[in-house]
């Protein structure tokens, strides 16, 4: 099983430059960076944990440019979000960002996909809260016509349809693995099942029970059982934990990193290292 990593980066922590290529030296498999483009301070919306809100979340760096440093000073490390708000962003320019970056490292990136959880930051971009999963999936499949490998149009159910176009680079594999975040349950997983390789469940909790759901809803849309991902993310390890996320089939977890400085996380590496 691939042991990948996450951290919040912010202006006050490790950079990614001396993160990535520590991760790359100790034998990680990646890193996954997380996206917040803001916090509005007059917040409604309650933190997901039931705490006070992280002083790292107000100052997180934007993902694609730090994953980009990163990819810049390592050959092997694979590099992901986690995730990336799709509906609080212009569909074609985000997925310009995306192809580049995949282009760039080599088809190392990891699309992490998610809904997000604040609703005043998505106000601000001018998400209405209750089409947000439908402006996902239309923005997705918006990105994924401009990533073929012919011009291809979209015709859009909830903004501007796009109109057959080039549109280079593409994404080394043609379009970078796709992992959804979110809460269980047969909506997520029947969106898991037409547009995404995989699952990606904060925490990693109840899997024993959620995963055969999601299997039957795979199966259901026609794709195949083998190609199933499941990514269990942001996960504070013990060997009896990860032991039981291999022995239900998953091939790669993500373990939580503090949003610290150079000494905190590389000494919090060493103690993962364990675990490679």
């Keep these: 099983m691939r042991i990948s990593t996450t951290i919040f980066l912010t202006d006050e922590t490790i950079t990614p430059v001396r993160l990535a290529r520590e991760l790359e030296q100790r034998g990680f498999a990646g890193l996954y960076l997380p996206e917040h483009t803001h916090i509005p301070v007059s917040r409604d919306t309650a933190h997901p944990a039931g705490v006070p809100l992280p002083r790292e979340y107000a100052r997180t760096l934007d993902p694609f440019v730090a994953l980009g440093q990163a990819a810049a000073v390592t050959e092997r490390l694979a590099l992901g979000t986690g995730v990336t708000l799709v509906a609080q962003h212009d569909p074609i320019a985000l997925a310009k960002r995306v192809a580049t970056l995949d282009h760039l490292s080599g088809g190392r990136f990891t699309f992490g996909v998610g809904y997000g959880w604040n609703r005043e930051e998505a106000a601000d971009h001018g998400v209405t809260w209750s089409t947000r999963r439908a402006l996902t999936s239309d923005r997705l499949d918006l990105m994924r016509a401009l990533w073929a490998p012919v011009p291809t149009g979209h015709t859009s159910a909830s903004g501007p349809s796009l109109r057959p176009s080039e549109a280079w680079p593409k994404p080394a594999g043609g379009a970078p ?100």
């Design 177 to 276: 693995r796709t992992l959804l975040g979110g809460a269980a349950g047969p909506r997520l997983f029947d969106e898991i099942a037409a547009r995404a390789d995989g699952w990606m469940p904060v925490g990693g909790r109840g899997l024993t029970e959620t995963l055969p759901v999601l299997r039957a809803a795979w199966e259901a849309a026609g794709r195949d059982p083998k190609t199933l991902q499941v990514v269990p993310y942001a996960v504070l390890p013990s060997a009896g934990k990860l032991a039981h996320y291999e022995e239900l089939g998953c091939e790669e977890v993500v373990l939580q990193l503090p949003p610290g400085g150079e000494a905190e996380v590389l000494g919090v590496l060493d103690d993962f290292a364990r675990y490679l």
